[in-house]
């Protein structure tokens, strides 16, 4: 069980986050939780401690203060080996709509800051020569719906930009992965109706997470495997059809 | 809106829930709101954790915030189920000092009914073991109480009912174990006095209770079977199964009753065929110690997944009550009498012993406790107000976690302490904000 391995997990307020790093503590790692809310993040590094009698530390860090990224990295204790992202923002479609201010948030938030920090780490994971970088990205992403598609925007370039940093560091040994977790009951789903065959669990994804990080060589995850086929075929509508469903 | 009931499913009550992730994010709402009463996992049977208005779930308050090896101390948010602290303290060798007849309640809920085990007897309460517990008050203050500080509020809390304010975190020993295991002792009564003897006797075992077959009548009536445990040493181990796991991992696989079973299930042929095949295979093992898995040992019913839904859509009483020592053989023999005549018995007939307890609202008394499962039907609420008439005379009363329907009248004649109690509500400015169904129905 015993490691000496470290992670670094951004978005340590997020039930997501909160779950996957305590699968990682589970498994001896030491945790590094950064979260804009950091006293909340404590919250969970304290009760992660608490189960695991692992070492968690929290940081504060703001995903949209990007110029503050550097900074942040060389103030950890030392490199990670595994980093995972899991910010994101649903935001409000209708409202970003008609408000700038709030479709660039969540354009940042799924996109801009994600994609600058993973490629700042991935640049040093490269000098290094080992490393593992771990996307929560969103079936959203796969195609453009009326009822989320800033969101899903986001998370479009979000999965494009794994892609292609796999594309490149996968040669040199590296590894990054893309998750999709689908419906996952969190703070950000409280009070939707979800159908239960396809939503999952935080701890699932957390599981999910670690077995294909750490455990297989998976690249791209969709935590519950019905989701597979579900975006096979919603992927594989022509336009014409698709653009008339209400989704 | 929501319909909310407790574990008992009646009665059925509109409440608007709210769902705080944090603790920081309760106080504002205990400003805002009025009319409203925190609710845990909702495992007391009436309609304690149902508001007035609004009830305010601490399930997303689960956090773990310390955990000390070296003295068992543990401090825990509210909302932390004791199904999710045990796989994380009995591996470390602690158990809580003291665990209900079902591990799916909530810290929280615990402090709240100030709850009781088959070592209460022995070892008190929960809210004996509890160091200090942090409470937002009506006014969006928040508190810490403990025997040093705030005691009048600490024992209005503890058996309290959520009625002072909304229990954010607890802190309390856990006790040391050496193994996971039980050494179960079965013996079997004859009758009532039996019954009351062994329980007597076995005073000074950590953990005894006795299981009633509620439907034997005349010279058998109170027929039961004891069983009595300690936690297991290592020593115990090698003696009973050698080479056996100390810590063996959680109990898999469970039953679980998917759906309502119509109410006629319940008749007097499957009530005793269950308890005779249960006398039976108890009787077996009696006089044998032998080792029982922690899990199956304190919570044997929630290796059946909800089922509180075998008495049917109309949902069932739980009515418990205790009985001052010095009047228990009679009281108790009156009870059975009534229940064992009914014919459509009690599912569940449990026997324990108590002893006092320190909360204003507390449970417990020097004395014996019986829990009693009946079916929602007209005569079964007759028969409990019947049952509520002797317990008065003897100076008993009623669980307030189990119930859903006793008078105001039993209620007060039965709690001394209410009026202190009513004091301090009015005192923290509770008095008429904070408010569940129960508190309303009797006039708390």
Redesign the interface.
């Known amino acids: 069980m015993a490691s000496s391995n470290t992670l670094l997990l951004i978005g340590g307020t997020s039930d997501i986050g909160r779950a996957t790093a305590l699968r990682y503590a589970e498994a001896g790692w030491r945790i590094l939780l950064a979260a804009r809310n950091e006293k909340e993040a404590r919250r969970n590094a304290e009760d992660i401690a608490a189960r695991t009698g692992v070492e968690v530390t929290t940081y504060s860090l703001d995903i949209l203060q990007t110029d503050r990224f550097e900074n942040f990295l060389d103030g950890l204790p030392h490199l990670p080996d595994t980093a995972v992202c899991v910010v994101g923002e649903l935001g409000d479609q209708v409202r970003g709509q008609s408000d700038p201010a709030h479709a660039t948030l969540l354009l940042r938030t799924n996109f801009e800051g994600p994609v600058l920090l993973l490629g700042a780490i991935a640049e040093r994971f490269l000098a290094r020569g080992s490393g593992t970088i771990v996307g929560v990205s969103s079936v959203a992403g796969d195609r453009g719906r009326a009822s989320n598609y800033l969101y899903g925007a986001g998370k479009a370039g979000f999965t494009a930009f794994l892609s292609g940093l796999r594309n490149r560091l996968s040669p040199k040994g590296l590894r990054v992965i893309t998750v999709k977790p689908g419906f996952v009951r969190t703070q950000m789903t409280a009070g939707m109706r979800l159908p239960p065959l396809l939503t999952a669990e935080p701890n699932e994804v957390g599981r999910a997470i670690f077995d294909a990080a750490e455990k297989s060589r998976k690249d791209i995850v969709y935590v519950r495997r019905i989701w597979h086929p579900v975006m096979m075929v919603i992927g594989g509508l022509p336009e014409g059809i698709f653009k008339r469903l209400r989704l | 809106m929501t319909e909310l009931t407790g574990w008992g499913r009646y009665p059925r009550h509109p409440s608007e829930v709210l769902?705080p992730?944090?603790p920081v994010a309760v106080p504002p709402l205990m400003t805002a709101q009025t009319g409203l009463v925190a609710r845990g996992n909702g495992r007391a049977y009436g309609d304690a954790a149902i508001g007035e208005t609004v009830t305010l779930s601490t399930r997303?308050l689960d956090?773990?915030?310390?955990?000390d090896?070296s003295t068992g101390r543990?401090r825990v948010e509210a909302g932390v189920l004791l199904a999710d602290l045990l796989p994380?303290v009995v591996p470390q060798g602690f158990f809580p000092p003291v665990v209900p007849g079902t591990k799916f309640v909530t810290m929280g809920g615990m402090a709240a009914a100030d709850v009781h085990g088959k070592n209460h007897h022995k070892d008190g309460g929960f809210g004996d073991h509890i160091e200090s517990l942090v409470l937002a008050l009506p006014d969006g203050s928040t508190v810490t109480c403990s025997r040093d500080r705030n005691r009048e509020l600490l024992l209005a809390t503890l058996g309290g009912m959520g009625l002072t304010g909304t229990i954010l975190e607890v802190t309390f020993r856990l006790r040391q174990i050496e193994t996971g295991w039980m050494r179960q002792k079965v013996t079997a009564a004859a009758n009532l006095d039996d019954a009351l003897r062994l329980l007597q006797d076995s005073g000074a075992v950590t953990y005894s209770v006795a299981w009633i077959d509620c439907l034997a009548r005349g010279i058998s009536l109170g027929r039961s079977l004891i069983f009595a445990a300690e936690h297991a040493t290592l020593q115990d181990l090698e003696r009973l199964r050698p080479g056996t796991d100390p810590f063996p991992s959680p109990r898999l696989g469970r039953l679980s009753v998917p759906v309502d079973f119509p109410s006629f299930a319940l008749n007097r042929f499957t009530v005793s065929t269950f308890n005779e095949l249960y006398f039976r295979a108890g009787a077996m093992k009696a006089g044998y110690p032998h080792l029982v898995h922690w899990d199956p040992y304190f919570f044997p019913l929630d290796g059946i997944g909800s089922w509180n839904r075998i008495y049917g859509r109309r949902g069932f009483l739980q009515h418990q009550c205790v009985i001052p020592t010095e009047r228990a053989r009679h009281v108790l023999g009156t009870i059975l009498e009534r229940v064992s005549h009914r014919g459509t018995g009690s599912f569940l007939a449990v026997l324990k012993q108590m002893g006092p307890s320190q909360g204003d609202l507390s449970f417990p008394l020097k004395g014996f406790t019986l829990t009693l499962d009946l079916p929602v039907t007209e005569d079964a609420f007759s028969l409990l107000d019947a049952v509520d008439r002797s317990v008065v005379e003897s100076g008993g009363r009623l669980y307030l976690a189990k119930d859903a329907r006793q008078s105001p009248a039993t209620f007060e004649a039965g709690y001394p302490g209410l009026s202190r109690f009513r004091d301090i509500r009015r005192s923290i400015g509770a008095a008429g904000r904070i408010s569940s169904r129960l508190s309303t129905r009797l006039g708390i």
């Open positions: 769902n992730t944090t997303s956090r773990i915030r310390a955990f090896l543990i994380v």
